[in-house]
T-cell receptor, first 113, second 115 residues
Framework: GENVEQHPSTLSVQEGDSAVIKCTYS??????FPWYKQELGKRPQLIID?????GEKKDQRIAVTLNKTAKHFSLHITETQPEDSAVYFC????????????FGKGTLLTVNP | GAGVSQSPSNKVTEKGKDVELRCDPI?????LYWYRQSLGQGLEFLIY????????KSGLPSDRFSAERTGGSVSTLTIQRTQQEDSAVYLC?????????????FGAGSRLTVL
């Protein structure tokens, strides 16, 4: 089955700096890669996703890049703010209709004011 | 409903007891998922429903775990003879898969503590 590795497990940055979280996946058939943000005590929520026919996608201060050949994808957050502090999960989908999302173990991002 | 509802939000039980966790998905969402979140372990896939059928139960940890979904809506996750290692937050999510994407909407979770 699919295996998703996520690094780093914790990341601390100063407000205004950039943050990068990286994930690798094992199933070459995976074609959908979402990122979820989970604030303390809250439920995970989708922040951005990318499909396999696209190499990069941006939404304001966040962007995701995908390298299908190398089977890795990354989340980039620029101009970080304290409210970006949360656990971020990457995921890769497999199976018909991309039904099965396999998640990484998460990255705890702390943005220091 | 407006979102995915889960109950109970918190459950404390004694080892060996059975527990039932309920999930009420977003109306019209055909896909329903159960994930387990333990400290530092990310989101562990348990089971997936498409309508009332469960084509993938591969994540259920043991035969003490079972789940059903009725009417293409509400789902119940049952854990029999609970063990301390079952303590975790059980998250339900639902979605309406579209070609090339599958956006999950999560519930707030049911926190299970087994004493």
């Amino acid at each position: 089955g699919e295996n998703v590795e996520q690094h780093p497990s914790t990341l601390s940055v100063q407000e205004g700096d950039s943050a990068v979280i990286k994930c690798t996946y094992s199933d070459s058939a995976s074609n959908y890669f979402p990122w979820y943000k989970q604030e303390l005590g809250k439920r995970p929520q989708l922040i951005i996703d990318i499909r396999s026919n696209v190499g990069e996608k941006k939404d304001q201060r966040i962007a995701v890049t995908l390298n299908k050949t190398a089977k890795h994808f990354s989340l980039h957050i620029t101009e970080t703010q304290p409210e970006d502090s949360a656990v971020y999960f990457c995921a890769a989908s497999s199976g018909g209709s991309n039904y099965k999302l396999t998640f990484g173990k998460g990255t705890l991002l702390t943005v220091n004011p | 409903g407006a979102g995915v509802s889960q109950s109970p939000s918190n459950k404390v039980t004694e080892k060996g007891k059975d527990v039932e966790l309920r999930c009420d998905p977003i109306s019209g969402h055909t896909a329903l998922y159960w994930y387990r979140q333990s400290l530092g372990q990310g989101l562990e896939f348990l089971i997936y429903f498409q309508g009332n059928s469960a084509p993938d139960k591969s994540g259920l940890p043991s035969d003490r775990f079972s789940a059903e979904r009725t009417g293409g809506s509400v789902s119940t996750l049952t854990i029999q003879r609970t063990q301390q290692e079952d303590s975790a937050v059980y998250l339900c999510a639902s979605s309406l898969p579209t070609p090339g994407a599958n956006v999950l909407t999560f519930g707030a979770g049911s926190r299970l503590t087994v004493l």
